[in-house]
């Protein structure tokens, strides 16, 4: 399976700064996906990233709060925006080849706003 | 919301096999079932898929019910290593995750 790097592993951000998060795929990968772990709950998928087009963002998450860029087939990034306490969760990279076959997860980036 | 319903939480002996059930009430006909669990503060790993037929791998084998709206994760001999959240979802052609609570599954000496 491919091999997923995101990175910062974790982060303690200030209260209105934002964070960039970058997943690196060792392989070309049709789909990318983020989601996010608020503490002590299960995942939740913020968005798909597309390609060379704007991200399909699920219900609840904005594109203003959570930019996404998929600039290739093996690169996407995450930028949560004007970080608040609540954001304080584990964010993960998730890739997939599409119907039929298994998504493979990044370890995820722990963030702590302050 | 989670399309499947799993219990929250059960007990292994080492050695002994896990049998985890899941129920897919919504499933549809193109949707397959995936089952990942999570160890503590890793990503979820993936474990196995099928469609319709029963499979198996170097980790488990999943058991499909003929209607579908089924499904067993076994792992055949649980360690202590075994230890996690299971999830088990069903998704077809946007390849979404919808993850529920998931099973905690604590294998013991």
């Known amino acids: 399976s491919a091999v997923i790097s995101q990175k910062p592993s974790r982060d303690i951000c200030q209260r209105g700064t934002s964070l960039t998060i970058q997943c690196q795929v060792d392989?070309?990968?049709?789909?990318m996906f983020w989601y996010r772990q608020q503490p002590g709950q299960s995942l939740t998928l913020i968005a798909t990233a597309n390609q060379g087009s704007e991200a399909t963002y699920e219900s609840g998450f904005v594109i203003d709060k959570f930019p996404i860029s998929r600039p290739n087939l093996t690169f996407s990034t995450l930028t949560v925006s004007n970080m608040s306490p609540e954001d304080s969760s584990i964010y993960l990279c998730s890739v997939g080849q599409g119907l039929g076959q298994p998504q493979h997860f990044g370890d995820g980036t722990r963030l702590s706003i302050l | 919301d989670a399309k499947t319903t799993q219990p929250t939480s059960m007990d292994c002996a080492e050695g002994r096999a896990a049998n985890l059930p899941c129920n897919h009430s919504?499933?549809?006909?193109?949707?397959?079932v995936y089952w990942y669990r999570q160890i503590h503060s890793q990503g979820p790993q993936y474990i196995i898929h099928?469609?319709?037929n029963n499979e198996t791998n170097e980790m488990a084998s999943l058991i499909i019910t003929e209607d579908r709206k089924s499904s067993t994760l076994i792992l055949p001999h649980a360690t202590l290593r075994d230890t996690a959240v299971y999830y088990c979802i069903d998704t077809g052609t946007a390849s979404k995750l919808t993850f529920g609570t998931g099973t905690r599954l604590q294998v013991t000496l």
């Open positions: 392989s070309q990968v049709t789909m």
């Open positions: 919504t499933i549809s006909g193109n949707e397959y």
């Open positions: 099928g469609l319709k």
